[in-house]
C-alpha cells in the first residue's frame, strides 16, 4: 500500500520511521516532510492544508491512505473534503472529522464533552470579551495558580499559568484582547489540579481502540520545569508512576467514557486520541484532548512499539480492533529535543547542523530541518529529537543526552534534566 503522511515536525519524522520498517507498505510519501523524512520516504512539497494539493498528490501517487500528523488539517475539515469527492472517496484518512477534531480545536467543547459523560476534569468556565466581568469574578472563586487556555489553536502555546490573581485578571484581558489571536476569542479558566502529568494514548475506529505506551513530556523551556511552555522539550516512556493499577482507572474513568461519549453524540472517529492527564492523589483527571499523536511523545512511544503499525491501521479500517493487542518494548524510551536558541520566542534560522558518525543506536527525529544546497540547517524552534531505547530510564537519558551534546549548531539548547521529577 502507498502511504503519505501530512506534517513536517518530529511526530512525523517519528511515524515515517516507524511505517517505514512496514513490510505493508511499498511507498512512502511525507507532506512537506523535513530534513530528515527523506530517509524514509519521499518529501513533497506542499502545505497539509491545501486540501487540493494533498488531493493531487494522493492521486498522482496512487496513495491509499493519508496519515495526518498535526490537528489544523483534521479541525478544517480534510476528512470531509476527501469524503465529498468520489474520487478520493477509497483513500481511508487516519484522523477524525470536523466535529471530532473539536475536541482539540475547542477547550470549551472539550470540557462540555467531559462534563456531559462525567470524565474527570478540572473545574472551569468560559468567558468571551462581552463577558469579561464573569471572568473577573469567576477567578476570585479559584485559588493560586490560575489557568487560562485559548479556546482555540495556538500551537501548544495558548496555555498560562498566573501565580495571582491580578496577574489572572490582567492576562485575561490581554487574551481577550488578542494575545493568541482569535484562538483567544473565548478563554477557558480552569481550577489548578496539583498532581504530576502524564500523557496517554489511543487508536480508536469509534468503536473499539487499543492503548498505545504512555509518556511523559516537558514542556517548559527551563531546566526544573521553569519558564515559557514549548511545543515539549522531550519525553519519556513508559512513567515510573503509571502502574497497572493507575492505566486500568485512565481506561475506565476516561477512555471508555470518551469512546462511549462519541458515540452517544454520533460523532465518528477513526484516529488518535490524546489524554493529556494529571495524575492527582493516584487518580486521572483530563487536561486536555488531542485528536492526533503527542509531539514530542511520540519520538518515545513508537520505538517501544513492537508490532508492525500498519496492521494496526488495518484492524481499524477493517472493524477488526477489538482483538487486535500492540506489542511494546519493556525497555525504556528517553527523547531529548534540541532547540535554537531563543525559541519558544524569536530564533535564528538556516543555522548549519552537524551531526556525529557514530550515534551509539540513537534514533535522530528531525523536526525543525531542511536541505539548503544538501547540506543540512535549522528551521524551526524545535530542531531534534535524540531517542535512546535502552534497559533503564537513566541509561536511556544519559545515552540521549550524550549524543544531543555531539550535534552542533550554533545557539544549541536543550534541557538536561529530563526525568527529574520521577526519581
Known amino acids: 500500500m502507498n502511504v503519505l503522511i501530512l506534517g513536517s515536525g518530529g511526530r512525523e519524522h517519528a511515524l515515517a ?90 477547550k470549551a467543547f472539550a470540557k462540555e464533552f467531559m462534563k456531559k459523560f462525567d470524565i474527570p476534569t478540572a473545574r472551569y468556565a ?14 476570585d472563586t479559584l485559588q493560586p495558580p490560575y489557568v487560562l487556555k485559548a479556546d482555540g489553536l495556538a500551537a501548544g502555546k495558548g496555555v498560562l499559568i498566573p501565580e495571582t ?28 489540579l496539583k498532581g504530576i502529568e502524564v500523557s496517554c494514548f489511543c487508536y480508536t475506529n469509534g468503536k473499539d481502540y487499543v492503548m498505545l505506551p504512555e509518556a511523559k513530556d516537558y514542556k517548559r523551556i527551563g531546566h526544573g520545569d521553569t519558564g515559557l511552555n514549548t511545543g515539549g522539550m522531550g519525553s519519556i516512556s513508559p512513567v515510573p508512576f503509571a502502574d497497572k493499577a493507575f492505566l486500568k482507572k485512565v481506561e475506565e474513568q476516561v477512555v471508555k467514557p470518551t469512546i462511549q461519549g462519541l458515540q452517544q453524540s454520533q460523532i465518528p472517529y477513526h484516529g488518535f486520541i490524546f489524554f493529556g492527564l494529571m495524575n492527582v492523589a493516584g487518580d486521572p483527571y483530563v487536561i486536555e484532548y488531542n485528536v492526533r499523536l503527542g509531539d514530542p511523545e511520540t ?35 528517553a527523547s531529548v529535543m534540541l532547540v535554537s536558541g531563543g ?42 529529537a535524540v531517542t535512546s531505547l535502552q534497559k533503564s530510564m537513566d541509561k536511556a537519558l544519559k545515552a540521549a543526552m550524550s ?20 526519581k
Not at 406 to 419: M, P, T
Open 299 to 333: 519520538e518515545s512511544i513508537l520505538p517501544r512499539i513492537e508490532t508492525d503499525i500498519m496492521e494496526m491501521y488495518e484492524a481499524g479500517t477493517a472493524d477488526r480492533l477489538k482483538d487486535f493487542e500492540l506489542s511494546f518494548s519493556n525497555q525504556h524510551a
Open 126 to 139: 468560559a468567558f468571551t470579551k462581552e463577558t469579561l466581568n464573569e471572568g473577573i469574578a469567576f477567578i
Open 343 to 384: 525559541y519558544p520566542e524569536q530564533y535564528e534560522k538556516g543555522l548549519p547542523i552537524m551531526i556525529p558518525e557514530n550515534q551509539h543506536d540513537c534514533i535522530l527525529l528531525h523536526a525543525g530541518t531542511t536541505l539548503k544546497n544538501n547540506n543540512l540547517v535549522t528551521s524551526g524552534g524545535r530542531v531534534m
Open 17 to 106: 520511521w516507524k511505517l517505514s520498517k512496514s513490510t505493508k507498505v511499498s511507498n512512502l510519501f511525507i507532506a512537506p516532510g523535513n530534513g530528515g523524512t527523506q530517509a524514509c520516504g519521499t518529501n513533497i512539497d506542499l502545505s497539509p492544508t491545501d486540501f487540493d494539493a494533498v488531493a493531487n498528490a494522493c492521486l498522482q501517487t496512487k496513495t491509499k491512505m493519508v496519515i495526518v500528523g498535526p490537528e489544523a488539517p483534521l479541525v478544517e475539515g480534510i476528512v470531509e473534503y476527501f469524503q465529498d469527492r468520489d474520487e478520493l472517496k477509497h483513500i481511508t484518512i487516519i484522523g477524525p472529522g470536523k466535529k471530532g477534531a473539536q475536541l482539540e480545536g475547542s
Open 165 to 192: 490573581a491580578d496577574e489572572a485578571k490582567a492576562e485575561l484581558k490581554n487574551m481577550l484582547d488578542g494575545k493568541f489571536g482569535k484562538a483567544g476569542d473565548t478563554v477557558v479558566i480552569e481550577e489548578f
Open 403 to 422: 549524543v544531543a551534546e555531539q550535534i552542533n549548531y550554533e545557539k544549541k539548547y536543550f534541557r538536561k534534566d529530563l526525568g527529574f521529577d520521577l
